[in-house]
């Protein structure tokens, strides 16, 4: 056999199911997303580009994709900022440091829907904790109905959305930060660093490719994330808080325009592929 060959062959199962997983599967989406499709599932005449110009042409994906861009860059954004410190106190040797990594990682073992109806419950307008604890240390005179108005009920989604992303993220930022050696800050502090100095010239650039992993990680999961927003709201009230993936589960599963939806799902990867894309090449610009 040619020595050339061996590594083909030695991937060979992971690239048929890679074809199969993905492959497949997307080229069905891109199929459906050119067709007339019935609510059943029914194929039943080409219509080319007609799904996507449906699409544009709907108020609520014009919105919805704003949203969905807002959506992603206020978690994303809001769970890197706040887990890097998280990350930075957990590295350090303290007594109970098992317990606390344990504290902050225990969430990621909940579901997301099971989070989204706890936090729910807990912004109820009626009995919610939330309101209940405002009223009593006096930041409030009145409950406040957060779920009833897109203005307060998309900030609080996006709030859970930051929560519950921090475990993972936090993982990612405590591994890298463990893979820096030790003895480069003693070295930094003989030479007269202070704490300041060793972050900003030391740790952030040898932690940078585990924040470019966690951002783009974060990015894809996060712009795909269905259950808090539609446990929460289900995309209302009036269609204010909407993301694509939520406004896609509608069209296909409720309304019955499959076709439609596979359009929807197309604009989705181009969209999140073109994110990760630039992110990707900005970071390389900034490496060089």
Known sequence: ???????????????VLAVVVIFYPFVEIVDLSLHDVSPFGIVRGFVGLANYAGALADPVFQGAVLRTLEWTAAVVGG???ISLPVALVLAEDFHGRGIARTLVLLPWSISLAMAAIVWLWSFNGDYGMVNAV????GLIAKPVQWM???STAFPVEI???ILVSIPFTVTILVGGLASIPGEIYEAARIDGAGPFAQFRWMTLPLLRPFVTIAV???MIYVFNSFPIIWVMTEGGP?????????YLYELAFRIGQPGLAAAVSVA???IVSAITMVYLRLEEREAA
């Open 148 to 150: 009833a108005r897109g």
């Open 1 to 15: 056999m040619p020595r050339a060959a061996v590594p083909w062959l030695l991937i060979g199962p992971s690239l």
């Open 268 to 270: 989705m990867l181009a």
């Open 238 to 246: 009036d269609n204010s808080t909407h993301i694509l993936v939520t």
């Open 159 to 161: 709030g859970v959305g």
């Open 216 to 218: 783009v990680l974060n």
């Open 79 to 81: 769970t890197v900022l």
């Open 134 to 137: 405002l009223q009593q240390v």
